[in-house]
């Protein structure tokens, strides 16, 4: 049966977080996992001590090395053995514990520097929706609650639905701490599980929907950081579908700070269909992340090895 449009914004305003379960963290993870700790030391030291962390996992911890190694190898598009994919499996485990440090502090989420704040501001006036063209690359999750702190309500596709595993230990105290404070901050998760549907009606509505776009896919592909990789279609289909504005924002970390970036407006082709909108989305999200690799997640990592399987 269709539903109607208030049983799909109903379904966009629901807050499911505190229904997460996960089972308890060890003392460690309790103890770092408490933002009254983190509160205890300034930034500027908090995440230099991190930095510092993050470079003896890398000397000391030979799993994280070749993690990171290989990681870097699919960033990079170069062997294991190469000085410049080493130089950037180090920086890839720093970054890691810099970013760890700077997600238990939403209070500097809060106050951090958006850049390109008056595209969004315009876009939304229009009362049109807005998409938010995405990456997992730096303090993604902080932009949200930079965002919101200015007056912006956000449904982000994707979060934890309650209806998942179970999530053990420190990690799930921190995945069910993040997705509670998005919710708190007063964004709303649109889980995965026919969620189009969801997001489109917010956006016709006049909503602003925020989308990863380098989530994989199976049936297009796009030239992102120089080589094809398969990406989901989504953005281009709202965009299509709705005629909702695209914008790229991605957050970074620079220093003890974070900064989100968020572009003008994406043009393109007249009458771009999915596969022409992503190739643009592509570029353009490339050249906004190219700076600074070390800062991608995963995410970017397991396209570029699928992207390699395929030859």
């Known amino acids: 049966m269709t539903e109607t449009p208030a049983e799909l914004m109903a379904r966009a305003e629901s807050t499911r977080a505190r229904e997460i379960e996960t089972t308890p963290a060890g003392p460690i993870g309790r103890l770092y996992g408490a933002s009254r700790v983190h509160r205890l030391l300034p930034a500027p030291i908090a995440v230099g001590l991190a930095r510092v962390r993050g470079a003896l996992e890398w000397l000391l911890v030979r799993s994280s090395r070749a993690g990171a190694v290989e990681v870097a190898s699919a960033f990079l598009g170069l062997p294991a053995d190469d000085p410049e994919t080493r130089r950037l499996g180090r920086r890839y485990l720093e970054e890691k514990a810099m970013q760890s440090e700077l997600s238990w502090r939403p209070w500097a989420a809060r106050e ?59 990690s799930g105290l921190w ?40 989530t994989i896919g199976h049936d297009r592909q796009a030239t992102y950081l120089g080589r094809k990789v398969r990406v ?56 906004l992340v190219s700076p600074d690799l070390a800062q991608l997640h995963y995410q970017s990592a397991v396209l570029f090895e699928l992207a390699a399987e395929e030859g």
């Open 232 to 287: 989901q279609t989504g953005i281009a289909r709202l965009h299509i579908e709705t005629g909702a504005p695209v914008l790229p924002v991605i957050a970074l970390r620079q220093g003890w700070r974070m900064r989100t970036v968020i572009g003008a407006p994406v043009e393109f082709p007249e009458g771009a269909g999915e596969g022409e909108i992503n190739e643009v989305l592509g570029r353009v999200l490339g050249d």
């Open 175 to 214: 995945v069910k701490t993040q997705n509670l404070w998005m919710e708190q901050a007063g964004n709303r998760w649109v889980h995965k599980g026919n969620s189009f549907v969801v997001l489109r009606e917010v956006l016709l509505q006049g909503g602003i929907c925020w989308l990863a776009w380098d």
């Open 112 to 170: 951090m520097e958006v850049e390109g704040l008056r595209h969004l501001k315009e876009a939304d006036a229009r009362g049109k929706g807005v998409l938010l063209a995405g990456m997992h690359f730096g303090p993604m999750l902080s932009a949200h609650l930079a965002l919101a702190a200015r007056g912006f309500k956000i449904y982000l596709s994707g979060g934890h639905p309650p209806e998942e595993s179970v999530v053990h230990g420190y």
